[in-house]
């Protein structure tokens, strides 16, 4: 058995995100897209505070384009680096309706991998690990979004080199995972760097993959 397989299978005995995967997308995948803009840089918390925030003042993506950037900025405020944030989610907006004559991105459903992955990464401010959660939660295709946990375990454990990227390691890890393992073992993954492996001081004393790891110091 590979590496990478025997540690999905120890953190699956650990976490269950396989057996019971979280429901994380959402019906129109352009309020995945946007969320995961949010999530950019801070947590889960901040992250839905300033969706919920918006949603509440600006219930729809017409009404956000029409409050515009510095009304959306305050509104997003506890997301963090809102001017930033503000003018990408404006800007995406734009490009989608743009391109699709609507606020909606379900026009992508269906399409190949790669037109999806290439259509995503090619808007303002969306980067690799953005484009994998839209497309893993919100569309369904097989993606590895990596965290700064899954970019810690995989460097750790050394199923990925030490200096190696998050979007490496998310190409290395989509190419070795089965597609039905990749939403679980994402969650399962984020869920151990969470709960053992932390940044400092990793508790490798009460780790269920401590026997396959290198323990590389990072
Ligand atoms: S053994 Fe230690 S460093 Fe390796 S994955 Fe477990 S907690 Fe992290």
């Known amino acids: 058995m590979d590496k990478v397989t025997a540690i999905l299978d120890a953190l699956e005995s650990q976490y269950h995100n396989e057996e019971n995967p979280p429901e ?3 019906p129109e995948p352009l309020d995945g897209l946007i969320l995961t803009i949010l999530s950019q840089n801070t947590n889960d918390k901040n992250r839905d505070r300033a969706f919920a925030n918006m949603k509440t ?8 384009i029409r409050a515009g950037a510095s009304r959306l900025e305050e509104a997003i405020r506890t997301a963090g680096l809102a001017h930033t944030k503000a003018g990408r989610i404006i800007t ?3 490009r989608v309706h743009s391109d699709f004559g609507e606020y909606s991105i379900l026009g992508l459903a269906g399409r190949e991998r790669e037109y999806v992955r290439e259509y995503l990464r090619a808007l303002p401010g969306v ?3 953005t484009v994998a959660c839209t497309m893993l939660f919100d569309f369904k295709i097989p993606a590895f979004p990596v965290d700064t946990h899954i970019t810690r375990i995989s460097r750790r454990t050394g199923i990925a ?4 990227s998050p979007e490496e390691i998310s190409r290395m890890l989509e190419g070795i995972v089965p597609e039905a393992r990749c939403l679980g073992g994402h969650v399962n993954m984020i869920a151990h760097g969470r709960a053992v492996c932390h940044s ?3 508790e490798c004393g009460g780790c269920v993959i401590s026997h396959l790891c290198d323990k590389i110091s990072l």
């Open 24 to 26: 994380l997308g959402h």
């Open 57 to 64: 003042l600006y219930p729809t993506w017409p009404d956000v």
């Open 92 to 94: 995406v907006l734009e």
């Open 127 to 129: 980067g690799a690990k």
């Open 161 to 164: 080199p030490a200096k190696s």
């Open 200 to 202: 400092q001081r990793p």
